[in-house]
């Protein structure tokens, strides 16, 4: 079940990776469906030989704020090494849940693959580091860069023989929170005006009274004012 790789593709695989490590820093944020991104994520997976994906939402619209093309190259190289961590002979089974997990969205990516080495697992998201001979040793690098960037967390759990699980945990983007954030910023900009329409019809105030010696007109001042 593992993917194959044609060797004159590798040198391209590298270049590739260094080519998105070096853009960690570019990011055009967009808000993302999340369902939609996984679903197109796992249908290009289903084509895989003997691999069997699905996915399963537990929310009908989440929403991040983050950078799409930084965010499927994240994902992607997570159920990619789902795949090739496959035992030989035996189908490919990945689930991939999503629910809301406090003020996140936590999506756990299980696998029933081979399992990752005691000795390898401190390492698994150091750049330069792979068990492959194909590996670039900077996948899973980026993908911890690209959710850390994002403001959330990425960890995971494995047992040998048995599989591994791979969490990753983005902050829920809510358009309740963009609107009240606009309805405020007008309301500053209003309050603004209003004090500086008042602090000019003061000032016109204390100069009539100066020039012309007119205590009436303090009063009004003051109305104005408060």
Same mark, same amino acid.
């Given at each position: 079940?593992?993917?194959?790789?044609?060797?004159?593709?590798? @040198?391209?695989?590298?270049?590739?990776?260094?080519?998105?490590?070096?853009?960690?820093?570019? +990011?055009?944020?967009e808000v993302i469906n999340l369902n939609s991104l996984l679903n197109n994520i796992c249908?290009?997976?289903?084509?895989?030989?003997?691999?069997? &994906?699905?996915?399963?939402?537990?929310?009908?619209?989440?929403?991040? #704020? @983050?950078?799409?093309?930084?965010?499927? $190259?994240?994902?992607?190289?997570?159920? !990619?090494?789902?795949?090739?961590?496959?035992?030989?002979? %035996?189908?490919?089974?990945?689930? /991939?849940?999503? %629910?809301?997990?406090?003020? !996140?969205?936590? &999506?756990?990516? $299980?696998?029933?693959?081979?399992?990752?080495? %005691?000795?390898?697992?401190?390492?698994?998201?150091?750049?330069?580091?792979? +068990?492959?001979?194909?590996?670039?040793?900077?996948?899973?690098?980026?993908?911890?860069?690209?959710?850390?960037?994002?403001?959330?967390n990425i960890y995971f759990d494995t047992k040998l023989d048995v599989g591994t699980n791979?969490?990753?945990?983005?902050? &829920?983007? +809510?358009? %309740?929170? /963009?609107?009240?954030?606009? =309805?405020?910023?007008?309301?500053?900009?209003?309050?603004?005006?209003?004090?500086?329409?008042?602090?000019?019809?003061?000032? /016109?105030?204390? =100069?009539?009274?100066? @020039?012309?010696?007119?205590?009436?007109?303090?009063?009004?001042? #003051?109305? #104005?004012?408060?």
């Open positions: 079940g593992a993917l194959d790789f044609d060797p004159q593709w590798i @040198l391209v695989d590298i270049a590739n990776a260094f080519s998105s490590f070096a853009k960690m820093t570019k +990011t055009e944020n249908d290009l997976f289903k084509q895989e030989p003997n691999t069997n &994906i699905q996915f399963v939402s537990r929310h009908t619209r989440p929403l991040v #704020f @983050l950078d799409r093309n930084q965010l499927v $190259s994240a994902f992607n190289n997570i159920i !990619k090494n789902a795949v090739q961590a496959s035992k030989e002979d %035996e189908v490919v089974e990945i689930h /991939v849940d999503l %629910e809301e997990f406090g003020s !996140k969205y936590r &999506i756990k990516i $299980s696998d029933n693959g081979i399992g990752i080495k %005691e000795e390898n697992r401190a390492k698994i998201f150091e750049p330069n580091f792979t +068990t492959k001979n194909s590996g670039t040793g900077l996948g899973m690098a980026i993908t911890k860069k690209v959710i850390d960037n994002a403001g959330g791979f969490y990753i945990e983005l902050p &829920i983007y +809510t358009e %309740e929170k /963009v609107q009240w954030c606009l =309805v405020s910023g007008v309301w500053c900009l209003v309050s603004g005006v209003w004090c500086l329409g008042s602090g000019v019809w003061s000032l /016109v105030c204390g =100069v009539w009274n100066v @020039l012309h010696n007119d205590s009436f007109i303090i009063p009004f001042m #003051f109305f #104005f004012i408060f």
